[in-house]
């Protein structure tokens, strides 16, 4: 999508008008109208001005990908595996939320050295096993590692534990 076409879809999307948007920007109507219309090339100054009166950086007016400030997603009809990821990887999200729902002595082995990750406990109880430490966590304790190594989580419950985990790399 080239600049032009970028400017006049988040201009719509905020409902905002070309006279709304010029006055922002502090520039004539006529010439955003030409930026929109790909009339005109604009100054980077130019742009600047009117990415923030969008409340967008001058990069995102430049990003090959139009990333969405908020995704939602729906709860999914079928029975899901012991765990699930939250978002779907080709989003480009750079946290990867997973929801763990572990039976009876299930043990799951992450890490990978680098990025982050936090845990809360949804329900049951939990023992994290790292660097050769061992924490029992309940519900509503929640941990979080600074690139972590090889670590384990084991559900100590006879019930089914629910715990949130979200991952990011570097």
Do not use: C
């Not at 080239?2 to 004539?28: F, H, M, P, V, Y």
């Not at 939250?86 to 299930?106: Q, R, S, T, Y």
């Amino acid at each position: 999508m080239r600049i032009g076409a970028r400017i006049k879809n988040l201009r719509s999307s905020q409902r905002i008008t070309l006279k709304e948007l010029a006055k922002r920007a502090d520039l004539s109507i006529s010439f955003v109208s030409q930026v929109e219309r790909e009339k005109t090339s604009p100054s980077l100054d130019s742009l600047s001005k009117i990415g923030s009166a969008l409340g967008v950086s001058l990069a995102h007016l430049f990003s090959q990908r139009q990333i969405k400030e908020i995704i939602f997603i729906k709860k999914k009809k079928k029975k899901m595996p012991f765990y699930f990821s939250v978002f779907n990887e080709a989003l480009g999200i750079k946290m990867k939320p997973l929801i763990l729902d572990l039976k009876e002595k299930d043990v799951i082995f992450e890490g990978k050295g680098r990025g982050e990750e936090f845990g809360y406990v949804i329900k049951g109880e939990i023992e994290l096993e790292t660097k050769g430490e061992k924490v029992i966590l309940n519900e509503g304790d929640s941990v979080y590692l600074i690139n972590p190594l090889r670590h384990k989580l084991e559900n100590l419950s006879n019930k089914n534990s629910v715990v949130i985990w979200v991952m990011t790399g570097k």
